[in-house]
């Protein structure tokens, strides 16, 4: 896909309509708050099943209930997901006769992109049922329900299919033989209706643990509550036109890859562990210990608070502690001392706010967590 203006052309009338004023459901309003919040949980889950494989951005309630571009900066290969939700289970019969299916069907006559994708998400079993004659010549019903990770349409009996087809033929106004289903997939996600944000927590845990094992508890927890405020962030927002540039929505609608990155590295260079820890590396008798026993308190309520002021202050002594090495037969005591000399020389007034006994314990705090990345 080229880059620039040409590559995001806007999509005409005829796709955002289609026969018989079935469109693209790029709005929100005829679902329920649970399914809303259930919809931010399923967008998490697979923002943590693809971090490792695709450079992505997943894009809430605007071309559909969660669109996945596989690369953000080439927005060339897409998948589009609509996402339902049900107590027991969910019929075939329903997804057709409620348009489910001919709404993602639309998703094909989009110009800009290479459809990869088009998945029916539950939460339950999807059941297919049929009538056919039996042995005796009677009419009997078999029905099949589909529990997989992952089923694509064309695994359906051919009576089923070809309903599907004629359908979708009959409300877009096109050849029954045109229709192709190869694209089209059921998705049964791990998540509960009651359940599904503890369900994507514990999965962000084990993800968080094994990328990083010294990771603590806190910051498992405060970067799970920064995604999972920020995706609703994203799908609570209206204020785009129908056919807004990829860049708008992509600000505006999206989280990707590097946005998730960027949650996790900040919670975790932000994350303070505690003072045992502080003490353990630094050895500072009692008079001292005292001292930076009350620091680290204050240290521990400005990072709760994420003021902009704690945010520059800790950004700051951060890039000099990656720009300073401790050197050979230095004490991490005295290295606190040196990286806190070279940040009063370069910003003389943070010395008006922080004392040394702040700044030296925050050093510590960020050689820590340094340290808990590798």
Same mark, same amino acid.
């Given at each position: 896909?080229?880059?620039?203006?040409?590559?995001?052309?806007?999509?005409?009338?005829?796709?955002?309509?289609?026969?018989?004023?079935?469109?693209?459901?790029?709005?929100?309003g005829?679902?329920?708050?649970?399914?809303?919040?259930?919809?931010?949980?399923?967008?998490?889950?697979?923002?943590?099943?693809?971090?490792?494989?695709?450079d992505?951005?997943?894009?809430?309630?605007?071309?559909? =209930? #969660?669109t $996945?571009?596989?690369?953000?900066?080439?927005?060339? !290969?897409? &998948?589009?997901?609509?996402? *339902?939700?049900?107590? %027991?289970?969910?019929?075939?019969?329903?997804?057709?006769?409620?348009?489910?299916?001919?709404?993602?069907?639309?998703?094909?006559?989009?110009?800009?992109?290479i459809?990869?994708?088009?998945?029916?998400?539950?939460?339950?079993?999807?059941?297919?049922?049929?009538?056919?004659?039996?042995?005796?010549?009677?009419?009997?019903?078999?029905?099949?329900?589909?529990?997989?990770?992952?089923?694509?349409?064309?695994?359906f009996?051919?009576?089923?299919?070809?309903?599907?087809?004629?359908?979708?033929?009959?409300?877009?106004?096109?050849?029954?033989? =045109? #229709?192709? $289903?190869?694209?089209?997939?059921?998705?049964?996600? !791990?998540? &509960?209706?009651?359940?599904? *944000?503890?369900?994507? %927590?514990?999965?962000?845990?084990?993800?968080?643990?094994?990328?990083?094992?010294?990771?603590?508890?806190?910051?498992?927890k405060?970067?799970?509550?920064?995604?999972?405020?920020?995706l609703?962030?994203r799908q609570?927002?209206?204020?785009?036109?129908?056919?807004?540039?990829?860049n708008?929505?992509?600000?505006?609608?999206?989280?990707?890859?590097?946005?998730?990155?960027?949650?996790?590295?900040?919670?975790?260079?932000?994350?303070?562990?505690?003072f045992d820890e502080?003490?353990?590396?630094?050895?500072?008798?009692?008079e001292?210990?005292?001292?930076?026993?009350?620091?680290?308190?204050?240290?521990?309520?400005?990072s709760?608070?994420?003021?902009?002021?704690?945010?520059?202050?800790?950004?700051?002594?951060?890039?000099l502690?990656?720009e300073?090495?401790?050197?050979?037969?230095?004490?991490?005591?005295?290295?606190?001392?040196?990286?806190?000399?070279?940040?009063?020389?370069?910003?003389?007034?943070?010395?008006?706010?922080?004392?040394?006994?702040?700044?030296?314990?925050?050093?510590?705090?960020?050689?820590?967590?340094?340290?808990?990345?590798?």
């Amino acid at each position: 896909m080229k880059n620039g203006k040409d590559s995001q052309k806007k999509p005409t009338n005829n796709t955002a309509l289609i026969k018989n004023d079935i469109t693209v459901d790029t709005g929100s309003g005829s679902m329920s708050y649970n399914r809303l919040e259930m919809q931010v949980s399923q967008t998490l889950h697979m923002a943590i099943e693809f971090f490792d494989n695709l450079d992505y951005l997943l894009v809430l309630d605007y071309y559909d =209930d #969660i669109t $996945l571009f596989e690369n953000e900066s080439n927005p060339e !290969i897409v &998948s589009y997901y609509q996402m *339902k939700t049900n107590e %027991e289970s969910i019929s075939i019969s329903t997804a057709i006769r409620e348009d489910w299916l001919t709404k993602l069907y639309a998703q094909l006559e989009r110009p800009e992109w290479i459809v990869k994708e088009l998945g029916l998400i539950t939460n339950c079993p999807l059941k297919v049922s049929v009538s056919m004659k039996g042995e005796n010549g009677k009419n009997k019903r078999e029905t099949k329900s589909y529990t997989a990770e992952k089923t694509a349409f064309n695994q359906f009996n051919p009576i089923t299919i070809e309903e599907i087809k004629k359908d979708i033929a009959n409300k877009k106004g096109i050849r029954k033989e =045109d #229709i192709d $289903l190869s694209k089209f997939v059921h998705m049964r996600t !791990i998540l &509960s209706i009651p359940s599904h *944000k503890e369900i994507v %927590e514990q999965e962000m845990g084990t993800f968080l643990h094994k990328k990083y094992p010294k990771i603590t508890m806190d910051s498992v927890k405060t970067i799970f509550n920064t995604m999972i405020d920020l995706l609703t962030r994203r799908q609570q927002y209206e204020l785009l036109p129908e056919q807004a540039e990829y860049n708008d929505v992509r600000c505006k609608k999206g989280i990707s890859k590097n946005d998730f990155a960027r949650v996790i590295d900040e919670a975790m260079i932000i994350s303070i562990p505690p003072f045992d820890e502080v003490q353990q590396i630094v050895g500072l008798n009692d008079e001292e210990k005292y001292k930076a026993s009350y620091e680290y308190t204050r240290i521990m309520t400005d990072s709760q608070g994420r003021s902009e002021s704690f945010k520059s202050i800790f950004l700051k002594v951060r890039t000099l502690v990656e720009e300073n090495e401790i050197e050979s037969g230095m004490t991490a005591w005295e290295y606190t001392g040196e990286i806190c000399d070279k940040l009063y020389i370069e910003n003389p007034k943070v010395k008006i706010i922080y004392n040394q006994f702040y700044i030296r314990i925050l050093i510590i705090c960020i050689v820590i967590n340094e340290m808990r990345k590798l």
